[in-house]
């Protein structure tokens, strides 16, 4: 067979089977290097992406920084499926104008809710006296633009003065405490504290005295376990009922690593005048007055008011409300 009858073949043949694969090959090869450089930058690259921060935005509009120990918990952050009925009552208390006080405002989720609701008129103290938390705190505010809110690096007690905070691993920073609890972690294994610090401390009727704030219409409570604490630092304001709303947490491990009932942080308020209330999401309204709980964890509202028997207060939420970042529910 001649050379020819050879070439002719693979011309014809050959050529078309083998060179569209070569080709495309080529042009992957050479589009993927000029898009990604050498492949030890690409990889470079995304480890760097791995390691990030990025800035999210939550099912309310409130905008947060998500580090990389919270990835685990991504869905939760977002979707915030445990602040339903808080983010539903919330609103039906604070008003624009309001002066609101967050104790415990950790990286800033109620601060920023509290933000909007009192508006341009209204002004807000945020408490959160661990340094590390209190900047992610601070990155909130920046990030969602709350110019009328005040971040104090502080812890509200009893007495000024300072106090030892017992510090979880930074992925379970919202259970930091002046007590130490053992909480359970989503294996069921128990997490407890790694470390302590002293912080400074408050007492909350005389910084509002110091403040010259005369009235408080909302005050936000969740301190882990040392509520109390907080409510005998306001003994003056809640005396002379000067605190319109309080919404507190009950949360029984806190409590026990604190050596608190729940029973006693309703006793204390109901001292003042005080009646504590649930809000039931399906019925959107205020139920109680409740002067216990065995539930492990729950937020409460307090008032001097009867919250049960406010119809303005207990009416469903109207399609054609606003929701607290301005858009159409």
């Not at 376990?225 to 319109?244: H, I, M, T």
């Amino acid at each position: 067979m001649s050379v020819g009858i050879v070439n002719e073949a693979i011309k014809r043949w050959i050529r078309p089977v083998l060179y569209p694969p070569l080709h495309a090959w080529q042009w992957f090869y050479d589009y993927s290097r000029a898009k990604l450089g050498d492949w030890d930058d690409y990889r470079k690259r995304r480890e760097i992406q791995r390691d990030a921060t990025m800035v999210l935005r939550d099912v309310h509009g409130i905008r947060f920084v998500l580090y990389p120990f919270d990835r685990p918990n991504l869905l939760n952050l977002v979707r915030r499926c445990y602040d339903v009925a808080e983010f539903q009552a919330v609103p039906r208390l604070a008003r624009p104008g309001n002066i609101a006080i967050d104790v415990g405002a950790n990286v800033g989720l109620y601060t920023v809710l509290l933000s909007r609701l009192c508006g341009p008129e209204g002004r807000v103290w945020a408490f959160e006296p661990v340094p590390e938390t209190y900047w992610r705190l601070r990155e909130t505010l920046a990030l969602n633009r709350c110019e009328n809110v005040f971040p104090v690096q502080a812890a509200l007690c009893a007495e000024s003065g300072s106090a030892r905070m017992n510090l979880f691993e930074p992925q379970f920073a919202e259970w930091n405490s002046l007590g130490r609890p053992s909480m359970l972690g989503s294996n069921r294994k128990p997490i407890t504290p790694h470390q302590s610090i002293e912080v400074p401390a408050f007492n909350l009727d005389r910084f509002c005295e110091a403040e010259g704030i005369e009235r408080i219409n909302f005050l936000k409570v969740d301190v882990e376990g040392f509520e109390l604490a907080v409510f005998q630092g306001a003994k003056r304001l809640l005396e002379q009922q000067r605190v319109d709303y309080i919404c507190f947490e009950i949360s029984q491990a806190p409590l026990r690593g604190a050596g608190v009932t729940s029973r006693e942080i309703f006793a204390a308020l109901e001292a003042y005048g005080y009646g504590a209330y649930r809000f039931e999401v399906k019925t959107g309204a205020f139920q109680g007055p409740v002067r216990d709980t065995s539930e492990e964890w729950l937020n409460f509202f307090a008032s001097w008011r009867d919250l049960s028997q406010s119809k303005e207060l207990n009416l469903r939420a109207r399609p054609q409300e606003k929701s607290i970042d301005g858009n159409q529910q």
